[in-house]
């Protein structure tokens, strides 16, 4: 059987291994995540409602969709996704970090599916979910679109694919690297490279050249003096999020 080619960056893995045991640490190296991720989940949570026509407010309203989080990390998108119901796999390529996710999620009494694999290794099995959590990755990989393409062939025709990063310009120079690197010292310096990071048309350009369909595009926007994230309609300068669908 012939082994399927990779995107994954090992020098991008190996950075996120060595922080794996730090994922559930509110004021650790992913203090900035934790904060970020109320405003994830409700953009996730209302995308898939509203392509699924799921009620929110219902008990599990997400029984029956099955979703993967690719590049898992410790789980902090998983374990929500599981609560609503979902049947979830998290996959990440970073050995160390499924322990970790294991043990919270057992710790947090949920069954999820977690995985030490990649995307184009479960594309190759045929696997195929109803949506596809890909966030704050395609920055980290090797070949963006050959790993794009791989999101798609993993979500059923009518699917939904959810997209985070981080746009290249000054400003995100200025908040992702200096500010989060060197001056919060929130990250390791060299978690990013400002060079790997994708504008909002690159990466629409790229989800279309991968088979997508791109339907939506908000920024998260952290304001420094209120010390708090928000969803915008406009300013997508430095930290934004796509949807994108698989044609039926």
Not at 90 to 112: E, K, M, R, T, Y
Not at 129 to 146: C, G, Q, R, T, Y
Not at 173 to 186: D, F, L, Q, S, T
Not at 203 to 229: C, E, H, M, Q, Y
Request: charged letters at 20%; one cysteine or more.
């Amino acid at each position: 059987m012939q082994t399927p080619q990779t995107t994954v960056d090992p020098a991008e893995v190996a950075k996120f291994e060595a922080m794996a045991a730090e994922w559930w640490d509110l004021s650790g190296k992913f203090k900035p995540l934790h904060m970020l991720n109320p405003f994830r989940l409700d953009y996730i949570t209302s995308q898939i409602a509203g392509e699924f026509d799921r009620d929110l407010k219902s008990d599990a309203p997400f029984k029956g969709l099955r979703i993967l989080d690719i590049g898992c990390g410790g789980g902090l998108l998983a374990e929500p996704m599981a609560r609503l119901g979902a049947d979830v796999v998290g996959a990440d390529a970073a050995a160390g970090n499924i322990p970790v996710a294991q043990v919270h999620a057992a710790q947090s009494g949920l069954d999820i599916d977690y995985r030490h694999t990649t995307a184009e290794a479960m594309a190759e099995a045929g696997e195929q979910f109803d949506a596809v959590l890909n966030m704050e990755v395609v920055e980290h990989v090797a070949s963006p679109i050959d790993y794009l393409t791989a999101c798609h062939d993993l979500l059923k025709p009518g699917g939904l694919h959810i997209c985070s990063t981080i746009n290249r310009n000054p400003k995100s120079y200025m908040m992702a690297i200096v500010g989060a690197e060197h001056i919060m010292r929130w990250l390791p310096k060299g978690t990013h490279e400002w060079s790997k990071f994708i504008t909002p048309d690159e990466l629409f350009d790229l989800l279309t050249r991968a088979g997508l369909t791109p339907v939506d595009r908000k920024g998260f926007v952290f304001n420094p003096i209120a010390w708090s994230w928000s969803l915008s309609d406009r300013d997508l300068s430095v930290n934004y999020v796509t949807a994108s669908t698989r044609p039926s």
